[in-house]
């Protein structure tokens, strides 16, 4: 299922692409960056937890970040030295955390379906970003 705000363009363009980049921003606004691996479905996407190696003993910047300020930008880049291939989709919209429930099963679902390495990790006990998406932007060749 496809979100209404996404063209169909734009959804193969995040469905092909690998890697997008989520921005958090504390309740100060000082922004944090980090790469993910994420699925959309519907109107939502989906950013698991996994088992690379973390600090432990507090909870991720990215979480601590939308406790603070759910509002949050997830950006998927294609970069070429052809600069005529250049595209980008950005998806804004509030964060929500799950720590289970069936939102949280179907999103791991379909992370693992789309990331083979998640398929040997134990994430069913790590939290899931739900970004429900309010605002689609996007820019350049995206077919």
Request: proline share 7%; hydrophobic share 45%.
């Amino acid at each position: 299922m496809m979100a209404a705000m996404l063209t169909e363009a734009q959804y193969r363009f995040l469905d092909s692409s690998r890697v997008g980049y989520l921005a958090t921003a504390d309740a100060q606004g000082a922004p944090h960056l980090v790469p993910v691996c994420y699925a959309v479905t519907g109107a939502c996407a989906y950013i698991t937890v996994d088992e690379k190696p973390k600090r432990t003993d507090i909870p991720l910047k990215r979480l601590r970040n939308i406790i603070e300020n759910p509002a949050v930008a997830l950006t998927i880049d294609r970069w070429d030295e052809d600069w005529t291939r250049l595209a980008w989709v950005m998806l804004r919209g509030p964060a929500e955390i799950l720590p289970d429930g069936a939102e949280h099963d179907s999103a791991q679902d379909r992370l693992r379906a789309r990331y083979p390495q998640y398929r040997t990790m134990d994430i069913a006990p790590l939290p899931v970003i739900a970004i429900r998406i309010a605002r689609v932007l996007a820019w350049g060749a995206l077919a």
